[in-house]
């Protein structure tokens, strides 16, 4: 039973690289999102998907896009990273927005 | 905007003691409340979720209590084990989006 998996663990990139975190779900829940996690400021969310086909912004959207390929997968782009993007990405899923959220185990991302 | 904040930070108890985090929120028009724990280096695993109806989930040892019209969420650990030692977070999801807000977190730690 995986869950909510996502890679790669650990990233650095230097300023102005780019990068992609994957995210698949295998339980076939169909809201999915991206958050980052930042020391003292708890989790923010970057961009939601709920439900295969749509995509919405969260509350720190910018610098980032991205893409749900299917139901079971979503995917976080950065397209030019800068320090401020530093931090730790957990991507989660829900059956529907009422449900509870499923947590990855994270990727934590140094952009130097 | 909600705002959801989480007192005390850290907080240290020896083995046995019962105990009570706190979980404010300025908005009361929420969908649900949910209650995470986090361990170091890991995703976040849901404890507890409580539907804006309720009052009250109970899981184990574990009590968590709603009061929307003072916006407030109590989480009570009865019998703590080092083992419950954790950071542990609630978010709050409004009624009119699809945003999960999130606390800072209090961090747990249970003494042998």
């Known amino acids: 039973n995986a869950g909510v998996t996502q890679t790669p663990k650990f990233q650095v990139l230097k300023t102005g690289q780019s990068m992609t975190l994957q995210c698949a779900q295998d339980m076939n829940h169909n809201s999915m999102y991206w958050y980052r996690q930042d020391p003292g400021m708890g989790l923010r969310l970057i961009y939601y998907?709920?439900?295969?086909?749509?995509?919405d912004k969260g509350e720190v959207p910018n610098g980032y896009n991205v893409s749900r390929l299917n139901k079971r997968e979503f995917s976080l782009r950065l397209e030019s990273a800068a320090p401020s993007q530093t931090s730790v990405y957990f991507c989660?899923?829900?059956?529907?927005?009422?449900?509870?959220?499923?947590f990855g185990n994270g990727t934590r991302l140094t952009v130097t | 905007k909600q705002e959801v904040t989480q007192i005390p930070a850290a907080l240290s108890v020896p083995e046995g003691e019962n105990l009570v985090l706190n979980c404010s929120f300025t908005d009361s028009a929420i969908y649900n409340l949910q209650w995470f724990r986090q361990d170091p280096g890991k995703g976040l695993t849901s404890l507890l979720l409580?539907?804006?109806?309720?009052r009250e989930q109970t899981s184990g040892r574990l009590n968590a209590s709603l009061d929307k019209s003072s916006g407030r969420s109590t989480l009570y650990i009865a019998a703590s084990q080092p083992g419950d030692s954790a950071t542990y977070l609630c978010?709050?999801?409004?009624?009119?989006?699809?945003?999960?807000?999130f606390g800072a977190g209090t961090r747990l730690t249970v003494k042998p």
């Open positions: 998907s709920a439900s295969e086909g749509t995509t």
């Open positions: 409580i539907q804006s109806s309720q």
């Open positions: 989660a899923s829900s059956e529907e927005p009422n449900s509870p959220l499923h």
């Open positions: 978010a709050v999801r409004g009624v009119n989006n699809n945003d999960m807000r």
